[in-house]
């Protein structure tokens, strides 16, 4: 594997939307191209990103802490799907989905530094992580399809299932409620909320606490296929099958 330089700019330095890190054990990618709406190449940046980390872990010869943390930028963690392009392309959405897959069976720890908004794709995104640290002084979490209105692929609303209990699910789904932090973590979609400043270090914390899980190697990303399977099934299915029922 050739060395990587650090900070890497994705997908290049002349289109830079996103710059991944390093910090010891920490890789931490940071989401910065407008409000972080997921187009192919945007999905294919974080799969890149993922990707670099993978290769490290991997070409490691002895077990190694290491964990994953994605942020996003001002108040917006990510504002979900590019409509147009997700209507004007069709192969974008199984991008997309394979995106979230990768991110739910990652091969290691994960966590979602949620420095603001999370709506819709972005929402699950953020789901799609192990762990999850809220701001508590501004940002939602919220599945906005009721009012658009749009329908859910099956592996979306299977993410959700799976990360929701039943109430929250239907208020998430049917409602389109917006969770503010003290609600999701009530309803433990998060695991931590914190004043804004403070989502990084919190988010840090979090990832180091759990690095050392890393060290199972393979057998830490064949356990998320496990708990997942039913979701990450509904993820593999292919969409062009799907798009005449959305």
């Not at 709406?37 to 490691?60: H, K, P, W």
């Not at 942020?71 to 963690?77: D, H, N, V, W």
């Not at 609303?157 to 209990?165: D, I």
């Amino acid at each position: 594997m050739s060395e990587v330089a650090f900070p890497l700019a994705i997908p290049s330095k002349e289109n830079h939307q996103m710059t991944l890190h390093q910090e010891g054990p920490l890789f931490i990618l940071h989401l910065h191209n407008k409000d972080n709406r997921f187009t192919t190449e945007f999905c294919r940046g974080i799969m890149y990103a993922l990707q670099v980390v993978e290769d490290i872990f991997n070409a490691s010869e002895d077990p190694i802490d290491m964990a994953f943390i994605t942020t996003g930028e001002g108040k917006i963690y990510s504002n979900g799907l590019d409509l147009m392009h997700a209507v004007s392309y069709i192969p974008f959405m199984e991008t997309y989905l394979l995106m979230l897959r990768r991110m739910l069976t990652f091969c290691v720890p994960t966590v979602a530094a949620l420095n603001g908004h999370a709506f819709a794709g972005g929402c699950l995104l953020a789901l799609a992580h192990d762990y999850r640290v809220m701001r508590n002084d501004r940002g939602f979490m919220c599945m906005n399809e009721v009012d658009l209105p749009s329908s859910l692929p099956p592996g979306m609303a299977g993410l959700l299932r799976y990360k929701m209990n039943p109430d929250t699910f239907r208020n998430c789904v049917l409602q389109g409620h917006r969770f503010n932090a003290t609600e999701a973590l009530n309803e433990r979609i998060v695991d931590v909320i914190c004043p804004g400043n403070e989502v990084m270090d919190k988010a840090k914390e979090l990832a180091l606490k759990w690095a050392p899980k890393a060290k199972s190697g393979i057998v830490y990303r064949q356990l998320k296929e496990e708990m997942y399977v039913d979701v990450v099934r509904l993820l593999s299915a292919p969409y062009n099958r799907l798009a005449p029922k959305m």
